[in-house]
């Protein structure tokens, strides 16, 4: 029996798409348990692109994909994205979901607008959504075919309305259509798998730096974002879990606000940028880049668990004469490698230290990868006391080498 969790080291990003599309080959059931379609990916499969923000898409190879109770759901943007599915895809969607409501956007925006330092949001409504919940004024995708439906929005739209944000009344009739087929119950499905013996991969959304307490807070997203969040968000006994795979590019990138001590300016940031085409998925936003940030990536493989580490973008780099490693912060004259609090506030006093590898210029040579990208990875293992197991070097399938 099996079932282990893909999340990202980082503020999202790091290429989870392509590592879950590629590992989720051994599974029989892929499982979201946080966010929403504030997350995004795209795939290309079989010659089709598929963009996704909530479908696991394991789905697409015959996997079971499970829509977790700590999701938020759009239904609207879900109906998109099934769209592009054939429908005969196996999808559980929880009854223990919330809806994101479409005035969720606005109060998103109208949060974003009250704000002096702004945390720079998808606006897709997902803060206001875990907010509801948390208030106890949410709508649970049962609740879409429970009596006290009427009555529920009522409530919501008083409380909407106290804080002078539009009320835009949601089509529930057709959201109840979209659902309707796949509503279930992802504790039950998800123990009933792993009882059988099925191999279960959860897929995290974002990043550990984006979780909303061990993150940058408060520049991060609203839900629990990796080891954390398995059994706060399907129900699944974290006890269970056995590999930790945690997804890092071989650089870092941020999208929002928020401190980032690695960051890089300029011609080096723009060449990153273009290369790596890192313009988000879900917004279209440029994202700012940096170097890899090795106490950074220490702490969120020590706070995921993580045992295995999959490498992405490496071939983003090529060409460069020197690629920098954070290996220390250094604040008020002291150097901190480790245990760093990755609070705000502290984070924004740090001077990063750098040290300089040898660039590397084609990722193999004859089937072997090249020597200075090896050190690089070396030295990415020893400072963060994981395993990388998985290098990509590129979006396809092929483009992964297997260290093992
Ligand atoms: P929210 O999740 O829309 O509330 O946004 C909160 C913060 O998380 C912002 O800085 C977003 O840019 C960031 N964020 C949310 N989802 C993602 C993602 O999938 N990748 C990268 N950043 C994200």
Request: glycine letters at 12%.
């Amino acid at each position: 029996m099996s079932a282990d969790l893909v999340c990202g080291l980082q503020w999202g990003d790091e290429g989870k798409g392509k590592a879950v599309d590629y590992i989720s080959k051994n599974y029989d059931v892929v499982a979201r348990f946080n966010g929403g379609d504030n997350a995004g990916h795209t795939v290309v499969h079989q010659g089709s692109t598929y963009k996704f923000h909530v479908i696991p898409s394991g789905v697409l190879r015959g996997c079971l994909g499970v829509i977790g109770s700590g999701v938020v759901l759009n239904p609207s943007s879900l109906e998109e994205e099934l769209r592009q599915l054939s429908g005969d895809e196996k999808i559980v969607i929880s009854k223990r979901a919330h809806l994101i409501l479409p005035s969720y956007k606005l109060l998103d925006q109208k949060l974003e607008s009250l704000k002096g330092d702004k945390v720079g949001t998808t606006g897709r409504g997902i803060g206001p959504a875990y907010a509801f919940k948390a208030f106890r004024f949410g709508v649970r995708v049962g609740d879409l075919f429970q009596d006290g439906l009427e009555e529920k929005l009522s409530e919501i739209r008083r409380l909407v309305e106290s804080l002078n944000v539009e009320w835009i009344q949601p089509d529930v009739n057709h959201w109840k259509e979209v659902l309707a087929p796949y509503v279930g119950d992802d504790y039950k499905v998800l123990h009933e798998a792993y009882l059988e013996g099925r191999r279960i991969l959860f897929e995290a959304a974002q990043g550990v730096l984006l979780d909303l307490d061990f993150g940058t807070y408060p520049f991060v997203t609203s839900s629990y974002t990796f080891t954390n969040g398995v059994h706060a968000g399907s129900g699944f006994n974290a006890k269970e879990l056995g590999d930790i795979i945690g997804v890092s590019k071989a650089y870092t990138t941020r999208v929002g606000n928020g401190a980032f001590p690695s960051e890089v300016f300029g011609e080096t940031a723009d060449h990153i940028r273009e290369q790596g085409a890192e313009f988000g998925t879900t917004t279209g936003r440029p994202r700012r880049v940096g170097w890899l940030d090795l106490v950074a990536l220490r702490y969120a493989v020590r706070i995921s668990g993580c045992n295995k580490v999959f490498l992405t973008k490496v071939d983003v780099l090529s060409g460069l004469d020197k690629v920098g490693l954070i290996t220390s912060y250094e604040v008020d004259g002291q150097r901190y490698s480790d245990w760093f609090d990755f609070s705000q506030g502290a984070l924004e006093l740090v001077k990063p230290v750098v040290e300089w590898c040898d660039g590397w210029g084609s990722v193999l040579n004859e089937g072997k990868l090249n020597a200075n990208l090896l050190a690089f990875m070396e030295a990415v293992e020893g400072a963060v006391g994981a395993k990388i197991q998985w290098v990509s070097y590129g979006p396809s399938d092929h483009e992964t080498l297997c260290m093992l």
